[in-house]
């Protein structure tokens, strides 16, 4: 017996018929009569008599009445004694990103968060995977996707901007041939690659977009970065080149068991607030062009 059987129970005895008790629990009519079928044949008793007038309890019911409603109560209580100690916003909690995201789009900002709410403790989880909030080792995560896993939930707050960056001490020197920096996955020549500098010489390969930026920024050769990232570094310029528009976005995400959790919503709204406030930067409205 759970305390679900007991909902579809008390709504029925309360409503009188399984239509009513189908809009007390927003849930199709056929669905509550199947459910208390199934709860009967458990129990091995009837608990209504099906009458023209509508559903009335049979002495079985009447016996289990009490005791669903002593568990509803309970119930009940757990609730208000949880939720009031969540609206409190106090607590900890996780926030994931990976490197880039935090230290070019985030950390700047979490400040104002900490003034707003100084009692929640924020943890934040460098990690460039979604296995994070699937375990639920993360309340709330930044993500560069182009469409995230649909066991969890969020929006996407801003469209991601790519362009093609190198230094300005590279650029101020003549060369025979394009120096370029590629992803390791990369195995192919990239379209933009393909594009723009199909002679040109792959000089170096990177894992992760900071060391990417680095290796950019020390003058190895030329990259495609997202914006936020080439941008934030003075020492780069944006080619102007064509490119294809990208897919990707920055999504905020959390697990759906926790997006009505008051300390979760306060910062998924931050966050959003956040990031629609850089959204020239993320964008590459803010490049300055070679």
Same mark, same amino acid.
């Given at each position: ?12 005895? &309360? /409503?009188?018929?399984?239509? @009513?008790? !189908?809009?007390?629990?927003?849930? #199709?009519?056929?669905?509550?009569? %199947?459910?208390? $079928? ?116 969020? &929006? /996407?707050?801003?469209?991601? @901007?790519? !362009?093609?960056?190198?230094?300005? #001490?590279?650029?101020?020197?003549? %060369?025979?041939? $394009? ?112």
């Amino acid at each position: 017996m759970n305390w679900d059987d007991m909902r579809f129970f008390l709504a029925l005895a &309360r /409503e009188g018929s399984v239509s @009513g008790a !189908g809009r007390a629990l927003e849930v #199709k009519h056929t669905t509550v009569a %199947r459910r208390i $079928a199934a709860f009967e044949q458990q129990l091995g008793s009837r608990l209504f008599d099906r009458r023209s007038s509508g559903y009335a309890l049979t002495q079985a019911g009447e016996n289990l009445l009490p005791h669903a409603l002593g568990v509803e109560e309970l119930v009940f209580a757990a609730d208000r004694e949880v939720l009031g100690m969540d609206s409190q916003l106090k607590g900890t909690l996780k926030l994931a990103a990976s490197y880039d995201v935090f230290t070019r789009l985030l950390t700047p900002h979490l400040h104002a968060f900490a003034d707003r709410y100084p009692a929640i403790e924020l943890e934040l989880v460098s990690s460039t995977g979604l296995v994070d909030l699937g375990n639920r080792q993360a309340d709330l995560a930044v993500r560069l996707s182009p469409k995230p896993p649909e066991y969890l939930v969020g &929006r /996407e707050v801003a469209k991601l @901007g790519h !362009g093609v960056y190198a230094s300005k #001490k590279y650029l101020s020197k003549k %060369r025979s041939e $394009a120096h370029l920096i590629l992803w390791q996955h990369e195995k192919s020549q990239p379209e933009w690659m393909l594009d723009h500098f199909a002679d040109g010489r792959v000089v170096l390969r990177a894992t992760e977009i900071m060391t990417m930026m680095e290796a950019v920024k020390n003058d190895f050769g030329i990259a495609r970065m997202p914006c936020y990232v080439g941008d934030a570094e003075p020492s780069l310029r944006r080619l102007d080149l064509s490119l294809t528009p990208s897919k990707w976005g920055v999504w905020v995400l959390s697990h759906p068991d926790l997006r009505t959790t008051s300390r979760v919503r306060a910062c998924r709204e931050f966050l959003i607030e956040s990031i629609e406030q850089q959204r020239s930067l993320i964008q590459g409205l803010e490049s300055r062009y070679a």
